[in-house]
């Protein structure tokens, strides 16, 4: 997909994300300010001061839409999302007729994401992700990586909606923190590891890693409505959105084929059920999918695209019969 080196776009890979033995290692985010409430971090919540660059295709993003969206604070955070599939530069932000949702970036002007990470380090040296985090005020990226994003947008403009759910409540962060750390690894980057996998060996450990904790899923909300506690959490929001792209690109494009999600009765209920929260639907496209991950020519040399997207997230649910 590209990185810049030294401030510099080049096609090419982060030598550090193989392992010797062939696994994909993801780089660490490089960007981690923090906003609070009452401005101590020098980044102070407030409405119209921030804007997320995002793309509908990648999982990662999708957690900060899903958290933009139940959190109400569509009208305090702007948004410009790319067109999907992947350009010469990277995630690129243009209007294009196809994809009327892929808003372009009316902020900064911004054809390519890159160029938000010169403008805050002209020499920056190594990869360029969404979803980014940009203060309008400072005129640079507050922050790239999605977990600590999502932790700020549950807590840091409370204040100022007045909506006090908490995704990341204390006497269940134990919990949240624990599965959070499994599903991340064998799960959200699990599919990851079996997609870019340089070895036999290194894919077959992502793989029975992967669904060893998918079978672990399916039984534990066999017992239980969500992840941790009676509740939607944190926990629920990392994981639908590697659920939701799971059919339509993980299963066939990564190599994750033992089964699909929608041959795992609870989880594609309860898969169905978080889509169905409420703002949610409108971050979900899955045809974005398939566009994305075939156009990913290390996986997908010749480039073709399926015309299909096999899934249908609008069915009922049955989550009703296990008590919230």
């Given at each position: 997909m590209g990185v810049l080196i030294d401030g510099k776009w080049t096609d090419g890979e982060l030598p550090q994300e193989t392992s010797s033995t062939g696994q994909f290692k993801r780089a660490d985010?490089?960007?981690?300010d923090r906003i609070t409430a009452d401005g101590s971090s020098g980044f102070k919540a407030e409405p119209g001061r921030y804007h997320l660059y995002t793309t509908f295709g990648c999982p990662w993003a999708h957690r900060t839409l899903i958290y933009r969206a139940v959190k109400k604070l569509e009208g305090l955070i702007s948004v410009c999302h790319s067109v999907p599939g992947l350009r010469t530069?990277?995630?690129t932000f243009e209007a294009d007729a196809r994809y009327p949702d892929c808003i372009p970036d009316t902020v900064n002007g911004f054809r390519y994401m890159h160029e938000a990470y010169t403008a805050t380090n002209p020499t920056y040296t190594g990869k360029v992700t969404v979803p980014t985090l940009w203060d309008k005020k400072t005129k640079r990226i507050v922050n790239n990586e999605s977990s600590e994003i999502i932790r700020i947008l549950n807590t840091e403009f409370n204040a100022i909606t007045g909506d006090r759910t908490d995704y990341y409540p204390t006497a269940l962060r134990a919990e949240i923190d624990a599965v959070n750390e499994r599903v991340y690894h064998n799960v959200n980057n699990g599919v990851y590891r079996c997609g870019f996998a340089k070895s036999q060996a290194a894919y077959e450990e992502a793989y029975d890693g992967l669904f060893e904790t998918l079978d672990w899923l399916e039984q534990r909300l066999s017992k239980q409505r969500?992840?941790?506690?009676?509740?939607?959490?944190e926990a629920d929001w990392r994981l639908y959105p590697t659920l939701v792209r799971f059919d339509v690109a993980y299963f066939s494009i990564f190599k994750c084929n033992r089964q699909r999600i929608a041959d795992y009765p609870n989880l594609s209920n309860y898969?169905?059920?978080?889509?169905q929260v409420p703002?949610?639907?409108e971050t979900t496209k899955p045809r974005y999918y398939v566009i994305n991950y075939y156009s990913i020519p290390k996986v997908n040399p010749t480039g073709i695209v399926p015309k299909g997207t096999p899934v249908d997230l609008g069915q009922p649910h049955d989550r009703a019969r296990i008590a919230a």
């Open positions: 985010s490089s960007f981690r530069q990277g995630w969500y992840l941790v506690g009676n509740q939607i959490t898969m169905r059920e978080l889509y703002g949610v639907a």
